[in-house]
């Protein structure tokens, strides 16, 4: 056991009687018997009482925002990633039940913490309102009746989540040893420390003594785990791929004759080639050396309903990456028809509308085209086959162009290019 | 019109965003998913040295501020659900004067709104994220440039004034496949941090002239760190409403306006004997830049103002603006949100806007209220 300092000596914070500064006093002991350094000690404290300690602490201390100081510790420590420092988290029963998830998910990940809990059965700071740990019949100011609801068990629930260490201890007198084997602890540790507030929990419940009330709630004053070895690898790659990679290059092997931009824009559904189509599409431009680009229209649950695809295709630089109107709206099924029926009424004399010619071109001023997309190659190639279909028949870029784009990408390997060269 | 390509890529803007902020020195990736964000998140994880999953952006934002506190330069990237839940979190950053990035992908609101369509909504809440009038340095990607040029400013920013910094973007640059000559990127500047030296005592919010205090992580243990989310003073212990502590809060908005002639970006390209002006910013300049070439080739006279630096307000654009008769500001919003923070809700005459939700703005009617006459 050292004798470094821990506290300042000044005097703390609390409330006389306040369970806060034994609290403090066994964390101290503890970390002398630890024979750590105070500057290898991050402490985070949380806000409430027990939370406004940090300047009597000789540690690095960190004081954040209720309840979010398991989670901000957690940050410290996995940014730490040193097994010589001691992360140690205050917080108060309110504070573990706003931030229940980052107690729970500190456990659940091993982080490398000790979380100590000062548990006084309600909100003090605040003025005494109760919290999701007071038990049944414990009175608060604001609950004179008394609470008609279980506590939470934090230890249970800490314990089922991963923690390596659990323990509760009533606070009174020393408990620096359980503090001590939970700093020892690998991973996320905790000790719940039952407490009564002196200025709102002794007065709403004269008489009362806290041992029976921690007895009559059912919590056990115990080790729940111990000697668990769960505990946080830090991911760390200082070798990563740099993204602006060559392989995303297009050369244009072609040219093209475009004298200004086209839009086209695919709508069929999901599953029906239409995104990778549109992708080759655009890619073909490239290689015709045209300016393009290219997004996707689909519901979030990719896997069903629609899905559309707009390109422009430019010879010169496209600054808008919208389009009203389509110069070209290609339509391959009756989900297809649906979304884009706006976009069909809205399009203008001398745009072009090929649809599946099992569907019924609704009313507009764009020329109709009906082509069997489906009956020729089926509904999970007839996207990709539209894109041959409408290069064949309007020509903005030469054919080559599209088909050397095709026979590189995986496509090519799952339907030969000559299903699409049949019109 | 051909140009000549030497290196044309396929890509989203969201590719370069990422590569950006590694080059820039930041060295962490916090992810929550959100669409429009998604990509962000998986070139984080695929660029970024250390790449973390949280279970929700309250814990995102904590495990940054823990990371930026053991010396890290953390970035996340999120829509406007997401960054509600951040609002605390980035209010603790900023008091703490904690440096990271925060890439906001706006999409349609209000509330979860819809997940798949772009907007240009989340100025006015940027603007007010942080409580008492104080300023999170903002830019704005108008274009793929800017996806790389104002990722490394954003780093940089963060790190020179020690604070978090939004780089606000949309759907459209994140998602969209475009073509794009990136064989003359400008070289990347990696940050470097000036650290507190030697053995004179540490005061971890002591500034000197430049308004930024000296950082110290906590993994060093030669001198004592004190971070608070409180009203504090410099040795960063809570002191109510002491003027030390008070003054020490005025201060994070003092560094913030101080340097902002430093990292005021913006695009301006003024025609001589132009009347006229169109001002925009992020998705809509998209259009904007399209309307004004569109209209000069027409032989109209119009100037452009595109702006970068969102946050805080540059007097500048004021400046700028105020030599025209007439001044059409573009943004995908209901209300002119940009508009309102310059000129007020009063406006000024001669100023109007164009504005759109749920859809872009199109070169079109860009040129329509420009040829206008108020
Ligand atoms: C987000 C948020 N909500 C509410 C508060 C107000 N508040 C301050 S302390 C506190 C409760 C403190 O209770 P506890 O965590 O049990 O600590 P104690 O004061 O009992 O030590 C609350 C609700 C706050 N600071 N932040
Ligand atoms: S109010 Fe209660 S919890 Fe707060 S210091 Fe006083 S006794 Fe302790």
């Known amino acids: 056991m050292s004798n470094k300092q821990f506290l300042t000596g000044a005097q703390l914070p609390y409330c006389k009687g306040c369970g806060h500064a034994v609290v403090a006093a066994n964390t101290e002991k503890a970390l002398q018997k630890l024979g750590i350094d105070p500057l290898d000690v991050v402490l985070v404290t949380d806000i409430g009482c027990h939370g406004i300690i940090d300047k009597n602490f000789l540690t690095h201390t960190v004081h954040g925002l209720h309840g979010r100081s398991s989670a901000l510790a957690a940050g410290i420590a996995v940014g730490l990633n040193n097994p010589d420092k001691k ?62 609801k279980e506590g939470y068990d934090i230890c249970e629930l800490m314990a089922s989540a991963g923690a390596s260490y659990v323990e509760r201890v009533v606070g009174i007198g020393d408990y620096s040893d359980s503090i001590v084997n939970a700093l020892k602890a690998k991973g996320c540790s905790l000790v719940e420390v039952m407490e009564i507030c002196t200025s709102y929990g002794v007065k709403s419940n004269p008489g009362m003594k806290l041992t029976k009330v921690v007895e009559d709630a059912g919590w056990k004053t115990k080790v729940f785990v111990s000697g668990k070895d769960h505990s946080f690898k830090k991911p760390v790659n200082s070798d990563t791929k740099n993204l602006i990679s060559e392989k995303l290059e297009i050369e244009a092997k072609f040219t093209n004759n ?34 393009v680009t290219k997004k996707g229209s689909y519901p979030v649950t990719v896997g ?88 064949h028949k309007n020509g903005y870029i030469p054919m080559d162009a599209l088909k050397d784009v095709y026979n590189a990408s995986k496509m090519a390997k799952r339907v030969a290019i000559e299903t699409f060269l049949e019109f | 019109m051909q140009e000549i390509k030497k290196r044309k890529a396929f890509t989203e803007g969201s590719r370069l965003i990422a590569e950006a902020l590694v080059r820039a020195g930041a060295d962490t990736f916090i992810g929550y998913p959100i669409t429009p964000a998604n990509l962000l998140y998986l070139y984080g994880s695929k660029r970024f040295p250390t790449m973390l999953a949280a279970p929700d952006e309250i814990t995102t934002l904590q495990w940054m501020c823990g990371f930026a506190i053991a010396g890290h330069i953390p970035v996340t990237a999120t829509s406007f659900p997401g960054y509600a839940l951040m609002v605390e979190s980035i209010n603790m950053a900023a008091i703490m004067e904690l440096p990271m990035v925060i890439v906001l992908v706006q999409r349609l609101g209000p509330s979860t709104g819809t997940a798949t369509r772009g907007a240009q909504g989340d100025l006015s809440v940027v603007h007010g994220t942080l409580s008492g009038g104080y300023t999170i340095p903002t830019f704005s990607i108008s274009n793929m440039n800017d996806c790389w040029e104002l990722a490394e400013k954003a780093v940089h920013t963060a790190v020179k004034l020690r604070t978090p910094v939004v780089l606000l973007t949309s759907k459209e640059m994140i998602m969209t496949l475009q073509s794009y000559d990136w064989s003359n990127l400008p070289e990347i500047e990696k940050v470097t941090v000036k650290k507190h030296q030697g053995n004179a005592p540490y005061l971890p919010y002591k500034a000197g002239e430049d308004l930024v205090p000296e950082f110290l992580p906590v993994s060093q243990n030669q001198h004592q760190i004190r971070i608070t989310a409180s009203t504090h003073d410099t040795k960063g212990i809570l ?105 007020g809700a009063a406006g000024r005459n001669g100023l109007t806007g164009v504005n759109a939700i749920a859809r872009m703005i199109n070169p079109t009617e860009i040129e329509e209220e420009v040829l206008r006459n108020e």
């Open chain 1, 258 to 291: 475009l004298t200004k931009p086209v839009s086209v824009m695919l709508s069929g559904s999901a599953g029906e080639g239409v995104q990778s189509a549109a992708e080759i599409l655009a890619k073909a431009g490239m290689n015709a050396g045209l300016n």
């Open chain 2, 239 to 343: 002191q109510n409403a002491l003027p030390e502590a008070i003054e020490n809060s005025k201060r994070l908005e003092g560094k913030v306006r101080k340097h902002l002639p430093d990292y005021t970006y913006f695009e301006l390209d003024e025609q001589p004997d132009a009347d006229r002006i169109v001002v925009s910013y992020g998705i809509s300049s998209l259009a904007t830049r399209e309307a004004v070439t569109s209209l000069r080739d027409k032989g109209n006279k119009v100037s452009m103002l595109i702006v970068k630096t969102l946050l805080p307000i540059s007097s500048k654009y004021v400046e700028i603006i105020s030599k025209y008769k007439r001044a059409v500001i573009v943004e995908e919003n209901l209300n002119g949100q940009l508009r309102q923070l310059l000129f």
């Open chain 1, 87 to 148: 992360v140690v988290v205050f917080a108060g029963d309110g504070g573990a039940t706003i931030g229940m998830q980052h107690l729970i998910s500190g456990a659940h990940l091993g982080i490398d913490l000790t979380i100590i809990v000062h548990n006084n059965m309600l909100y003090g700071m605040t003025g005494g309102q109760p919290s999701e740990f007071t038990p049944c019949g414990f009175k608060t100011p604001t609950l004179p009746e008394g609470s008609i």
């Open chain 1, 304 to 391: 069903v309903g629609f899905s559309a695809s707009e390109i422009i295709l430019s010879p010169k630089q496209i600054y808008y990456t919208g389009s009203s109107s389509p110069d070209v709206l290609v339509i391959t099924s009756t989900e297809g028809l649906a979304f884009a029926k706006a976009t069909i009424a809205n399009m203008k004399q001398g745009a072009m509308l090929f649809i599946d010619s099992s569907l019924e071109a609704p009313e507009t001023k764009a020329t109709v085209i009906p082509v069997p997309f489906r009956e020729k190659v089926g509904a999970r190639n007839s996207a990709l086959y539209s894109i041959f279909y409408l290069i």
